[in-house]
């Protein structure tokens, strides 16, 4: 983001692109993952405008709620910030990958090192 200051004003100047060029970029967005063990795509069509998924359509929806929300917090987080879109973008990934990293190896941890929390509890109804 770039600030413009003066005696009078201040001002937030964020860039954009032509028709043409945000086009030609959001052509690259695909993006492959697994659910359930199963691959799937993720794809920006630009001829509909929509990001599309091969999944099934309540799980797209999930997704895509998932990546307007993330996307959505990044962007606030860039215009109260002086650090660049594209190193919080960056950041984001690594330290989802991370947290993934862990989770793989505590699933890998045995048994016998699990334990359970009660997150909530309610009185059965005896009725």
Known sequence: MTTIESDF???HALFTYSDDALENAYLKYSVGFTMAGEAYRAWYDPKTETLNFDCDPEDA???FELAEEIDRVI???YLNSDI???DLR?????????L???HKELQRAPA???RYKVQTSQPIDEN
Request: aromatic share 8%.
């Open 61 to 63: 929806v999930e997704f």
């Open 90 to 98: 960056q950041f984001a990934c690594n330290h989802l990958k991370a």
């Open 9 to 11: 004003l201040q001002r």
């Open 112 to 114: 016998s090192e699990r």
């Open 75 to 77: 962007d606030e987080r």
């Open 100 to 102: 993934i990293r862990v």
């Open 84 to 86: 660049d879109i594209l």
